[in-house]
């Protein structure tokens, strides 16, 4: 029971950040620049942790 009241809390938290999150998001001016810059850091670093097999998480 305590983890089911733990589970509903969390998800209820996690649904109120996301539609704040939301709120945010959708009134704020986007760089796009800096956006894009970090998605291709991001795919930077999986494509090098699949050609080395080093690095992340779950090695």
């Given at each position: ?10 998800a209820?938290?996690g ?12 009134t704020r001016?986007?760089?796009w620049?800096?956006v894009?810059v970090?998605i291709l850091?991001i795919?930077?670093?999986i494509w090098l942790?699949h ?8 090695g």
């Amino acid at each position: 029971m305590p983890r089911l009241i733990l589970l509903v809390v969390c998800a209820v938290a996690g649904a109120i950040a996301l539609y704040k999150l939301y709120q945010f998001l959708r009134t704020r001016q986007w760089d796009w620049t800096g956006v894009g810059v970090a998605i291709l850091f991001i795919l930077l670093a999986i494509w090098l942790r699949h050609e080395t097999g080093t690095g992340g998480l779950f090695g």
